[in-house]
């Protein structure tokens, strides 16, 4: 699953989100409707789509991963662990990697089914191939996603 990918699917489940939300205030506005309080049908529309977009806060996501001048200061194998940023993983607990060109001056590396996001980040665009050789290398069981 590439950072695309991730975003896209964010970018669906806020659509989906403010989907429920519409049913909702649709909902409600036909029960006021019935009761022939359509004052109060436009308040309820505006305290609901002021508040709801606020309303799902994931303070652990992260957006936009950080950025690394030195990809190797952060991601390193000793024996049989994956130390990447400040957590270390299994190497056999890792099955994909996903590292791909973010845009033209960084690409990005993350864990998306290891540690539920909290392992990516960016770096120069020049240490790509590097990054991947020392996967193809050093961890060849590991499947790289682009």
């Keep these: 699953m590439t ?12 659509w989906a989100f403010l989907s429920w939300s519409g049913s909702a205030l649709l909902l409600l506005s036909m029960f006021y409707v019935e009761l022939g309080q359509l004052w109060f049908t436009p308040f309820v ?12 806060n994931n303070k652990n996501h992260q957006l936009f991963p950080e950025f690394f001048d030195d990809p190797f200061s952060q991601l390193r194998l000793e024996g049989e662990m994956l130390h990447v ?21 960084k690409a990005f590396i993350d864990f998306p089914y290891t540690m539920y996001g909290k392992l990516k980040f960016s770096f120069p665009l020049e240490q790509l191939p590097a990054v991947k050789a020392f996967f193809h290398q050093r961890c060849p069981q590991i499947e790289i996603i682009s």
């Design 45 to 56: 529309y505006s305290i609901l789509l002021a508040v709801l977009p606020f309303s799902n």
């Design 3 to 14: 950072f695309k990918q991730i975003l896209a699917d964010k970018k669906a489940k806020r």
């Design 85 to 105: 940023k400040q957590h270390q993983v299994e190497a056999v607990n890792v099955k994909k990697v996903a590292i791909d060109k973010l845009d033209d001056t």
